[in-house]
C-alpha cells in the first residue's frame, strides 16, 4: 500500500543505509584514490608494489564490511567469498588477492558508494524537510516557519488556515512518494551490491574424457 511505506521497517533500513553511505563513501573515495594514487606513483621504486598490495587487501576488506552491512539493512543474502582462503604461504595469497575478479568488482563498488553516498544523503534530507512542512497548520503564522511567503518570488504567502492545510496535504502526499523513491533507490543498490560483493563461482567446464571412459565401459 502506498501509505504504509512510513510503517514499514525496510523503509527505515533503507534510509539508515543511504545516510550510512554518505561518510564511507567519503572514506573509501579518498583512501582509495590516495593509496592507489601513492602505490603507482611509487611503482617504479619497488615500494609502491606492497603498498598497491594494502590497498587491495584493504579493499577486499571493506568490500566484506559493505557485504555484510546490505545484507542486515537491504535484506539481501550475498554469501562470503572464499577466493582467497588459499593455502601455501604468502605469495599464494598475493596472487589470488591480484589476480581475483572479486577484488576488482569490490574497489569499483568502493568507488561508486561516493556518488551513491551524495545521492542518498540528498534524498533523504529532502524528503525530511517535505515531511517537515506536515506542521505548517501549526506554524505557519510563525516569523521563523519557512513558509512559501520566504521564497524570493513570493508568488503564494501561506498566511492562513486552509492555505497551512494545503502545504500539510502536499507534504504528506510529496513525503511519501520519496520515501518510496527511497526504497527503489535502496532496492536497486542492493542487487548491485549483490553483484559486485558476491562471490565468482567458475563452472566445472566438462572434458570428453570421463565420457569416452564410460562409452568405453559400457561396450
Known amino acids: 500500500m502506498f501509505f504504509d511505506v512510513i510503517v514499514n521497517p525496510k523503509t527505515w533500513r533503507s534510509v539508515g543505509y543511504l545516510l550510512l553511505a554518505f561518510p564511507l563513501g567519503i572514506f573509501y573515495f579518498v583512501f582509495l584514490v590516495t593509496g592507489l594514487s601513492l602505490g603507482f606513483g611509487l611503482f617504479i621504486t619497488l615500494l609502491g608494489i606492497p603498498i598497491l598490495v594494502g590497498v587491495l587487501a584493504a579493499a577486499y576488506g571493506m568490500g566484506e564490511f559493505e557485504r555484510t552491512t ?23 595469497k598475493v596472487k589470488a588477492l591480484v589476480g581475483s575478479s572479486e577484488t ?23 524528503t525530511a524537510a517535505v515531511l517537515a512542512f506536515i506542521a505548517t497548520p501549526f506554524f505557519y503564522a510563525q516569523s521563523w516557519w519557512p513558509t512559501i511567503a520566504d521564497w524570493p518570488s513570493s508568488f503564494w504567502v501561506v498566511d492562513t488556515l486552509w492555505e497551512a ?26 542487487e548491485f551490491a549483490k553483484a559486485m560483493l558476491g562471490p565468482t563461482y567458475r563452472p566445472a567446464v566438462p572434458t570428453e574424457e570421463p565420457a569416452r571412459q564410460m562409452h568405453e565401459t559400457h561396450q
Do not use: C, M
Open 70 to 92: 546490505t545484507n542486515l539493512l537491504l535484506d539481501q543474502d550475498t554469501p562470503p567469498s572464499h577466493r582467497l582462503a588459499v593455502s601455501g604461504g604468502l605469495w599464494p
Open 104 to 126: 576488482w568488482k569490490r574497489v569499483i563498488y568502493l568507488f561508486v558508494e561516493f556518488p551513491l553516498g551524495i545521492i542518498g544523503f540528498t534524498l533523504v534530507t529532502t
Open 165 to 190: 492545510v494545503i502545504v500539510a496535504v502536499a507534504a504528506v502526499l510529496v513525503g511519501f512518494v520519496l520515501l518510496h523513491v527511497i526504497n527503489g533507490v535502496a532496492r536497486v543498490w542492493g
